[in-house]
């Protein structure tokens, strides 16, 4: 879960700072996250470690694949706001779905600390 919670926050982190800062290379924050969304993209995609039921598990898994599949896309044409999009309203409730709502308040109020 520490896995899931350390790319929760640095996804949030960039949606914040791209909003407010929005000439912030959004492209280069996410190179630096690569390792760690490939660690959670084999984590989730080899195992169903929620113990979901098979017909959820494999729509989980195609929704993780077409978020991936945007992001690259987003990266090889250097389009922010489609980057910016992805991860606000597809990697993040992704990474939410796994998360407790207590959990996800503690993780964006240690992201505005930061700030």
């Not at 959004?26 to 979901?52: A, D, G, H, V, W």
């Not at 959820?56 to 929704?63: A, I, N, T, V």
């Amino acid at each position: 879960m520490e896995e899931i919670e350390t790319l929760y926050k640095e996804v949030f982190s960039i949606c914040v700072q791209f909003a407010v800062y929005e000439k912030e290379d959004i492209q280069k924050r996410i190179e630096e996250i690569i390792p760690e969304l490939n660690s959670f993209t084999t984590f989730f995609l080899e195992e169903n470690t929620f113990k979901l039921n098979l017909e959820d598990y494999q729509l989980l898994q195609q929704l993780l694949i077409d978020i991936l599949k945007d992001i690259m896309q987003a990266m090889e044409n250097r389009d922010n706001i489609l980057l910016e999009d992805t991860l606000e309203y597809g990697l993040k409730p992704f990474l939410e779905l796994f998360l407790e709502d207590k959990k996800i308040m503690m993780l964006r109020e240690a992201c505005a600390d930061e700030f």
